[in-house]
């Protein structure tokens, strides 16, 4: 939230690796060729990064996409497809200067009739469109040129325009009024563009050999920077099965995968053909309420849900013990973090929840898990608490489907489940305000009635935007994770560490909140 230090700091990140790049030469491939495979745990919903909000299809996406601005190694805003950006004295403009020379996939020279178009689509169709609530209009001076113009000023826009958690990824403008999710094919402007998909197995990249670097870098940072195709094709294989990952791994058949289970890190280790690499605070494992479907739209039954759950005995079966308890919706290494709301937190009380069930005049009513096999986290997380809802006398029942399907369920109807088992990963990690984007419309998670925000909730999260110092947009935030928490709009468990791994012959891997296939290649 603290919109000032992330610009200056990323721009002047941004300025300091120019300078570099003038005195070295910028990365170049080692080595130029082969094919790809990485392991990937859940199947994608679609390759519309627009439209879709999960990390399954992140992972692919971008590397296809690119958008105006994105994040550096440290999550600081970098210019992406933007040479220049010129905040107006008044703060009320925002004059982006486009990068010359960057195609699209398809050949097409990007102008600003392109980004302008994007932004028509994203504001009809995207998921985190509320990004652009505070935005009066934007338009195109020339071809160079994109401008945009506030309403008011918001000293966190520049924060909210560069994150990747849906990022406003830049199109053509001939796909300006294509439907969300039916995209026929992904064009966009990186270092690799889509070959072909077979759906449910996996999906398949090529180099694109008219993409033009960042020369603002000398090396990749976070989505950004100057990055290079190494490999002719990436191939990301659908592996829903854990140990299918593993044994693809330890035969050379996947060079990388995306997740380690815990039991196999040991054996990994001690292989010398595998490279294991820990990501701490990977995701928060959460679990989304509903609150327009009975029972849970009574707050009562909430919080008598909230008071039974035990978080170590939960996050146990989640990570192996690879894991630690986590209040809210931050990290503590943060600097947005804060405890506020750890009165509702890991109560593990069952005689309190029989005594809001009792208040709350519940009577046996189906409180429905829906859950997931695609992430096993998600799916042993919905196990333990469907227990431990049963032990005080809520009838839990689970509906599990493959993980694309619970989220369309999660978005399009509000029957039929009454909480989901998911978690948020690259929000958290890209800060506070990314993370509490979730439980406001257009998406809010909790699924207002008639979906209209809880008004002290909303007025939290306009604080959170708009006030104009870096501490009183810190109090906002603590004001709306204490109100989700006391209004069990969500209920947060834990988080846990990531393992991912490759094979000893892949080198410039890095372990990132998205694989980054970009400056990457085979040591032969």
Known sequence: MKRGRLVVIGLAAASALFSMAARAEPFKCPHVGGTFVFGQ?????????????????????????????????????ILELAAAMHEAPDHLTYTFTLRPGVHFHNGKALTSADVVASFDRYARVGIQRNILSNVDRWDAPDAATFTIHMKH?????????????????????EQRDVPAQQLAEPIGTGPYQFAETEPGVSVKLKRFDGYKPNTSFQDRTGLGGYKQACFDTVTFQIVTEPGD??????????????????????????????????????????????VSNPPTDKLLVRKAIQAALDMDEIMQAVSDGNYQLNVGFQYPDQADYTDAGKETYNLHNPELAKKYLADAGYQGEPVVLLTNKDYPAMYNSALVVQQQLQAVGINAQMKVVDWPTSIQMSRNTTEGW???????????????????????????????????????????????????????????????????????????????????AVRANVEGFVPFRIPRMSNVWFNH
């Open 41 to 77: 745990e859940a199947n994608i919903n679609t390759l519309d990064q627009m439209a879709s909000s999960t990390i399954s299809t992140r992972n692919i996406a971008m590397n296809i996409y690119e958008s105006l601005m994105t994040r550096d190694e440290n999550n600081h805003p």
């Open 153 to 173: 000023i918001q000293p966190t826009f520049i924060e909210g325009l560069s994150s990747f958690s849906v990022p406003i990824v830049i199109m053509p403008a």
């Open 245 to 290: 990952r593993v044994a693809g791994l330890v035969s050379g058949a996947l060079h990388g995968i995306e997740d380690l289970p815990a039991q196999s890190v040991a054996a990994a280790d001690l292989d010398k053909n595998i490279s294991v690499m820990p990501l701490k605070n990977w995701w928060i494992q959460i679990a989304n309420p509903n």
């Open 418 to 500: 009454n909480l989901l088992f998911t978690a948020w990963g690259t929000q958290p990690a890209l800060g506070s305000l990314a993370a509490m984007r979730f439980l406001v419309q257009p998406n809010a998670t909790y699924k207002p009635v008639d979906g209209k925000d809880d008004p002290d909730v909303l007025a939290a999260w306009d604080d959170m935007n708009m006030l104009p110092t870096a501490e009183g947009r810190q109090q906002a935030f603590a004001q709306m994770q204490s109100l989700v928490l006391d209004r069990v709009y969500a209920i947060p468990f834990g988080a846990f560490t990531k393992v991912q």
